[in-house]
């Protein structure tokens, strides 16, 4: 079981940055695939981007050109660059991890941070 501790979000102006990041419990953190999921009011949990054990990335095609995920294998860290951010971005932000290199979801997820978007 991997704890996954999300931080960084709050309230910005349409247009405007944020970086989230997720600090991770893991011993094997390099062997792990993260990802950000987003739930927004109403609707399903969502991919946002995955950077997979192997470096591999994949983002949804709603935040492509502007968000970019990174990670810090030393410190045992994802991060999530959010720029140029709208209102439809909107959403409570989750960080998951699975082992091995995958673009699918794993079992582990944080508490979520909320992201606000104000027009």
């Known amino acids: 079981q991997v704890q996954l501790v999300e931080s960084g979000g709050g309230l910005v102006q349409a247009g405007g940055s944020l970086r989230l990041s997720c600090a991770a419990s893991?011993?094997?953190?390099?062997?792990?695939?993260m990802g950000w999921y987003r739930r927004a009011p109403g609707k399903q949990r969502e991919l946002v981007a995955i950077i997979t054990s192997g470096g591999n990335l994949n983002y949804a095609d709603s935040v492509k050109g502007r968000f970019t995920i990174s990670r810090d294998n030393a410190k045992k860290m994802a991060y999530l660059q959010m720029n140029s951010l709208k209102p439809d971005d909107t959403a409570v932000y989750y960080c998951?991890?699975?082992?091995?290199?995958?673009?699918?979801?794993?079992?582990?997820w944080g508490q979520g941070t909320q992201v606000t978007v104000s027009s």
């Open positions: 893991s011993s094997i953190f390099s062997l792990l695939s």
């Open positions: 998951n991890a699975r082992v091995g290199s995958s673009y699918a979801p794993g079992d582990n």
